[in-house]
């Protein structure tokens, strides 16, 4: 099989011959860090105007505060002086479109593999979403009191990134 | 406490002036998803000339195959159609850096909280974590045989991405 890999690895070739960020050090100028979706229609980067060397990007389907997440801003707090957390959902977002039971089928019936146990953090709600994991950084004790967290959703229709508020 | 988060809003405004991207579907264009660091030198759309719509991205601290990144991943393959991975580790990465000794005292004096049963997944050796993160997928009963991986190393001097060899 052609592998895709070897088409990054030309498109590469470009990006190297214009490089010239070689002197930027490991943490990010704007002590921030983003935690959003793999959705192959975001580039975190392009939509929040962040330069190479800015902010911390943390992604995984749905873009959900999970432990790995958790373990990941640990070690851009502790380690690397980040202040911030930006919490981004999206519309449109493959998580809207499945429960566990439906996955763990489909794993089943293409596998044979029993996924029954794995909770693949679905949702149905897009801003309730937000919310719960903006809710679960907050009262994680191992993220400080004074790291500022937002929750916000991105329009994958418009680019527009929108700040989810609290619910009253 | 001024927000980073209004000055990603404000550039973001200027993102959705030019926005023309909004009919873009859900499975990535190219059927390849990237597990990569989220450090803030690494731009993986720009490095790997990926297009809106392109790619699945995962990151964490590391660019590891966590068990939340195979989550991601048997979502991107089951249920949205990529076949291929790339794991992307690169020099200078702050997960060479400590031990899990380490952060956990420093979670402890810092916060007085136990984290020493955490395992924030660092590593002594690059081009090794990028072999046992490629091995840690091959061996995963939940991605399918026929999915093509590749491991790779980013170079943050230079902005080149090499492929790192199984060992022989």
Redesign the interface.
Known sequence: ?A???D??????E???SD?D??H?D????????VVTC????L?P??????E??????????GGRV????I??L???Q???GTE?V?VIHHT?C??L??TNEQ?AE??QQ??G?D?SG?D??PFPDLEQSVRDDVAKLRSS??I?DGI?I?G?VYD??????S?VADKA
Do not use: C, Q, W, Y
């Open positions: 099989m592998r895709v890999f088409e990054l690895v030309s498109a590469n470009r990006f190297v490089f960020k070689g930027l490991m943490p990010p100028a704007r002590r921030v860090a793999m959705d192959a229609r580039h980067e392009r939509f929040l105007g962040h190479l060397g800015d902010a911390h990007v943390v992604r995984n389907a999970s432990d790995d997440a373990r990941s640990v070690i851009s502790r380690l690397l911030e930006v449109d493959g998580m479109t499945f996955l489909k794993v293409e596998s593999v996924a794995i693949f953090l004790e191992l400080p500022h937002t916000a994958v229709k418009t680019g527009r990134v700040e």
